[in-house]
């Protein structure tokens, strides 16, 4: 392997250190400085500054990031295979396990600002949206809630749920059920 390509590598993985640990501090105090978050990507605050130039490109950057990651967690979870109510339990599975990213990116709304997420045919919006309109089309899930409603009851349940795990309030490990339950008891179509 030649010097460049492990360079890049390093490279890289700093600039994913600096990103995931952007999210992770900024999702629990949105006044925490450059030299916080250097500190929690194990990074001096030059190296912070040599991938980030100020802390507005940092957050930026750290939003198209956990956009992205929240992304590849819900095509991880391939939402359009298999029954929909096992699906969609893989979804908040993948959800919560992107929990910082969620809370960095939808906990404050100075964050999403001026962010464009796009249209392309696999975003987020369109993969949940179209897994819910399977549920209500084969009567797993009631078809007489909007799908933005069930969608957007969804996203509020995992933020809540990964807000919780974070104030201590319910164990890490016990969100996704916790979700899963009540999401399936306020959404399933009626026996």
């Known amino acids: 392997m030649s010097s460049a390509a492990v360079e890049s590598g390093t490279r890289s993985r700093t600039r994913r250190a600096i990103l995931g640990a952007a999210a992770e501090v900024l999702a629990r105090d949105r006044a925490a400085t450059l030299a916080d978050i250097a500190k929690a990507a194990q990074v001096g605050r030059s190296t912070l500054h040599r991938y980030f130039a100020d802390r507005e490109v940092l957050v930026k950057a750290a939003a198209a990031d956990a956009y992205l990651v929240i992304q590849q967690s819900i095509l991880g979870a391939a939402v359009d295979e298999g029954p929909p109510l096992e699906a969609m339990r893989r979804l908040v599975a993948a959800m919560v396990g992107?929990?910082?990213?969620?809370?960095?990116?939808?906990?404050?709304?100075?964050?999403?600002?001026?962010?464009?997420?796009?249209?392309?045919?696999?975003?987020?919006?369109?993969?949940?949206?179209?897994?819910i309109t399977r549920g209500q089309a084969e009567g797993v899930f009631d078809p007489d809630v909007a799908v933005q409603w069930i969608q957007g009851t969804l996203w509020a349940l995992v933020y809540a749920g990964c807000e919780s795990a974070s104030r201590g309030v319910l164990p890490r490990h016990g969100v996704t059920a916790t979700v899963i339950r009540t999401l399936e008891n306020g959404i399933r179509a009626r026996g």
């Open 98 to 131: 992107a929990g910082d990213r969620l809370l960095f990116l939808y906990g404050d709304s100075a964050v999403l600002e001026g962010f464009e997420a796009g249209d392309e045919p696999d975003s987020v919006d369109r993969m949940v949206g179209d897994l």
